[in-house]
């Protein structure tokens, strides 16, 4: 098999979620203790993503380097894995500029992200009305930069949560576009595939009808990888469920309890299928306790991982460095093919 490279960003808006954890960074790890010796590994704090929502200028410092000790944490090794911040590479931002005047608008226009944002600006009374002083250029091309992200190494996989397959397939369309374009003297763009990982989304706690969110207003509806087991406990206790007796598996028409059960379910290796059976006749309340025991054990290693890692930062500042320099190096040759064959 020919060597992967696999690229994945997580933006530092937050101490990672349960969600996170589960949909993207204990695969990042299990991909990373997997690979073979010619396989690349980049993992990268996207700051410049942060930036398309106001961000208060000092939590961001923070929070940038609390995701690097989050990272580390759950078992990313240097070593191993290339981590880095994506504003120590400028090879993104200069990539993105010229992806951006390969993609047609149209394409940006139809993404459910940009959308979602949209909607929300639209006036209250009158729908055809956009308050377009509440959306910023960065909001509407921001899935380029993503694209740049992954390009810049010529990545071949992308490790990232469900919520992320349409800006994938952008990225694989603009790789595909750029080749086409520019093919001499070669093709310089695989087409990156998403590895979605089995537990796809998890949702909110308080709101089984959106995914759990760094953004989400309500403390109570996402674990945090720093959480005490008494803090998930109390978390899983408030948890929004149903009426309904029992446990199913349904996550149409039971998301609450579904999303519980698929959360279990990951925590332990198991289908949500077999939790739900072994689940039946039990209640919310059990399998809410249960559930909140597999996550503890799950999250106990690296939240004191996390404790430990947090104030030291030399040695934080040391793997940020030497990681945007193995990062530069990669991408530096991506660039110099690239403006070679676009005449720059
Ligand atoms: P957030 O959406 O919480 O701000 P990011 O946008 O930084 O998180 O996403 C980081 C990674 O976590 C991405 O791979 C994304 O797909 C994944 N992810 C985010 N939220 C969830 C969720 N609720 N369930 C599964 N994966 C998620
Ligand atoms: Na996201």
């Known amino acids: 098999?020919?060597?992967?490279?696999?690229?994945?960003?997580?933006?530092?808006?937050?101490?990672?979620?349960?969600?996170?954890?589960?949909?993207?960074?204990?695969?990042?790890?299990?991909?990373?203790?997997g690979a073979s010796p010619d396989d690349r590994l980049l993992y990268s704090i996207v700051g410049w993503h942060a930036l398309t929502l106001p961000q208060d200028p000092k939590a961001l410092r923070a929070a940038r380097w609390e995701m690097l000790a989050s990272l580390l944490a759950t078992g990313?090794?240097?070593?191993?894995s290339i981590i880095f911040h994506q504003d120590h590479n400028p090879n993104h931002t200069e990539?993105?500029?010229?992806?951006?005047?390969?993609?047609?608008?149209?394409?940006?226009?139809?993404?459910?992200?940009?959308?979602?944002k949209l909607a929300a600006s639209r006036n209250a009374n009158d729908e055809s009305e956009v308050d377009e002083s509440l959306l910023n250029a960065g909001l509407f091309t921001y899935p380029v930069l993503q694209a740049a992200d992954i390009l810049a190494y010529r990545a071949?996989?992308?490790?990232?949560?469900?919520?992320?397959?349409?800006?994938?397939?952008?990225?694989?369309?603009?790789?595909?576009?750029?080749n086409r374009a520019f093919p001499k003297p070669k093709k310089i763009f695989p087409l990156p595939q998403h590895m979605i990982p089995p537990s796809k989304r998890i949702l909110s706690l308080r709101d089984p009808s959106s995914k759990m969110s760094?953004?989400?207003?309500?403390?109570?509806?996402?674990?945090?990888?720093?959480?005490?087991?008494?803090?998930?406990?109390?978390?899983?206790?408030?948890?929004?469920?149903?009426?309904?007796l029992g446990v199913t598996f349904d996550p149409v028409n039971r998301p609450g309890v579904s999303n519980i059960v698929t959360i279990l379910a990951t925590c332990t290796d198991k289908s949500s299928e077999m939790v739900a059976e072994l689940y039946t006749s039990k209640g919310h309340a059990q399998l809410k306790m249960d559930t909140a025991e597999a996550v503890e054990s799950l999250l106990r290693q690296p939240r004191e991982e996390f404790k430990r890692l947090k104030s030291e930062t030399g040695y934080l500042e040391e793997i940020a460095k030497e990681g945007a320099r193995r990062a530069r190096e990669i991408s530096e040759g991506?660039?110099?093919?690239?403006?070679?064959?676009?005449g720059l």
Not at 76 to 80: A, F, G, I, Q, T
Not at 95 to 116: D, E, F, H, S, V
Not at 215 to 239: C, G, M, N, W
Not at 334 to 342: A, E, G, W
Request: some cysteine; aromatic content about 6%; overall charge positive.
């Open 1 to 33: 098999t020919r060597p992967k490279t696999v690229f994945s960003g997580i933006q530092p808006t937050g101490i990672p979620h349960l969600g996170n954890y589960l949909g993207a960074l204990a695969n990042w790890v299990k991909l990373q203790n």
């Open 76 to 80: 990313l090794d240097p070593r191993r």
């Open 95 to 116: 990539l993105a500029w010229i992806l951006n005047c390969l993609c047609p608008i149209g394409k940006l226009k139809r993404m459910t992200t940009w959308k979602a």
């Open 156 to 178: 071949t996989h992308v490790p990232v949560g469900e919520d992320q397959q349409q800006h994938l397939e952008l990225a694989r369309d603009i790789a595909d576009s750029f």
């Open 214 to 244: 760094k953004s989400s207003p309500d403390v109570q509806s996402r674990i945090l990888l720093t959480d005490e087991f008494a803090q998930i406990q109390a978390k899983f206790r408030s948890a929004v469920t149903d009426s309904q």
């Open 334 to 342: 991506t660039m110099t093919l690239v403006r070679s064959q676009i």
